[in-house]
């Protein structure tokens, strides 16, 4: 029987496919993956020096900290406070349940006092954003029934670009995002 884990409040290490970098590791990329957020991690997560090829379901079940841990909290300054994002596996976190639970939060739909709390400018910036994907859908007329979804509200900023290791809350992560390289 595989023993739980619990919460630690030691430091860890991100898995080397998560870990932002300041510096490029090849041009335009900031972190080893290659993925646009808005789309489902299963299939679409791909390693930068091999743009063509998905990672392998044994890559994306691999732990995504050393020592694994069971709950891991990512928060994104750009993207309002309460929108929670948490992995966990009593086994310990993997890169599956990271890239999902960001997947996940951001197919939440707006709330109406989430879309109030913004400024006009902001919400034009969204709505056209919005209007081009639910245009370009292959079910338009569900995909815009269901109305602004958190990734809108990316805008731009729709890449995995890595996580940092918060020195300030245990056990959490800081996302960063990035915009396609031209």
């Not at 290490?13 to 990329?29: A, F």
């Not at 900031?30 to 791909?46: G, H, K």
């Not at 998905?54 to 300054?77: D, F, N, S």
């Amino acid at each position: 029987m595989i023993k739980p884990l619990t919460p630690s409040h030691a430091a860890f290490t991100l898995h080397p496919l998560l870990q932002y970098s300041q510096h490029d590791i090849i041009p335009g990329h900031c972190t080893s993956l290659l993925w646009d957020l808005r789309e489902a991690p299963i299939m679409s997560v791909r390693h930068v020096s091999a743009p063509h090829i998905a990672l392998t379901e044994h890559e994306l079940r691999e732990h995504a900290t050393t020592p694994p841990v069971p709950v891991l909290q990512i928060t994104c300054e750009i993207l309002p406070g309460g929108w929670s994002m948490t992995a966990r596996n009593p086994q310990g976190v993997t890169l599956l349940d990271i890239l999902q639970a960001i997947h996940a939060c951001l197919q939440i739909q707006l709330t109406h006092d989430e879309w109030d709390a913004m400024s006009l400018k902001q919400q034009g910036r969204i709505s056209k954003v919005f209007d081009l994907r639910w245009r370009v859908s292959a079910a338009p007329a569900s995909t815009h029934a269901n109305g602004v979804i958190r990734a809108d509200c990316l805008l731009q900023h729709t890449l995995f670009g890595g996580l940092t290791r918060s020195l300030v809350t245990a056990d959490s992560c800081i996302l960063t995002l990035r915009r396609p390289y031209p």
